[in-house]
């Protein structure tokens, strides 16, 4: 049951969906990799709408070159952990929702022990490295996810159900890095608004994918270019000789 404090919190959205979707969402755990630029908004969004878990995953400290787009992070925080960081201004934002923070970079090895008991995955990282490594943790552990990237105007972003529907490596192949979304890390150039737009499409997806909602980005791949405020949507099928 929603307390009359939650039933006020969520009230310009309960109605859209129902108390009882608010009550399954506040017992969700969502793990999310990196909270940069795309991280930032994504992680704000997640905890604004409230859910159970938010695991975050993230090594790096902040810096003043991220301020032109990670919106956790202010001048005060320079040189401190990004998850320390995030922990406190999202505990601020929601109490209800608990924020575990792990200061490590995933890997093939670690990735058990964070993951284990996700309702959903979302990576958020700048690496097409780990873009690959989120995808096969998904569809090894039956875990639903979204995987985005961005670089200047211009972000792709895709959801997977695993073994149901078209997976990362289904579009992009075997590569760890050739045909990525791209390494779309420094010294290639991101505004903030982009990193801000996809960030918030992906806590649209991840909401509708825990709630089980249509209109998500299944066997298909968005394309956006804020430039020429283009929307692209391509359609993708299921590569037979993908390990999915
Ligand atoms: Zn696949």
């Known amino acids: 049951m929603l307390t009359p404090l939650q039933k006020e919190r969520y009230s310009r959205h309960l109605g859209k969906i129902s108390e009882g979707e608010q009550e399954s969402l506040l017992s969700k755990h969502v793990v999310q990799v990196g909270i940069g630029g795309l991280g930032s908004p994504l992680a704000y969004y997640l905890v604004a709408m409230g859910i159970g878990t938010l695991t975050l995953i993230e090594y790096d400290t902040v810096s003043i070159s991220n301020l032109n787009r990670q919106i956790l992070y202010s001048i005060p925080d320079l040189g401190s952990l990004k998850t320390d960081v995030a922990k406190i201004k999202l505990n601020e934002l929601n109490p209800d929702v608990k924020i575990n923070i792990i200061n490590a970079k995933l890997t093939n090895k670690n990735y058990a022990d964070y993951i284990s008991d996700a309702d959903y995955l979302v990576d958020a990282s700048d690496s ?70 996809l960030g918030a499409m992906q806590a649209a997806e991840v909401i509708k994918g825990l709630l089980r909602k249509e209109g998500r980005l299944l066997n298909t791949l968005i394309m956006v270019d804020l430039e020429q405020m283009q929307f692209l949507q391509v359609k993708l099928s299921k590569n037979p000789k993908c390990f999915c």
């Open 128 to 197: 097409a490295q780990t873009k690959f490594l989120v995808n096969d943790i998904g569809i090894k552990m039956n875990i639903p996810f979204t995987i985005a990237g961005v670089r200047e105007f211009e972000g792709q972003l895709m959801s997977v159900i695993p073994h149901k529907t078209a997976c990362y490596r289904c579009v992009f192949g075997k590569s760890d890095i050739e045909g990525a979304l791209d390494n779309y890390s420094d010294p290639i150039g991101i505004f903030g608004f982009t990193a801000g737009t």
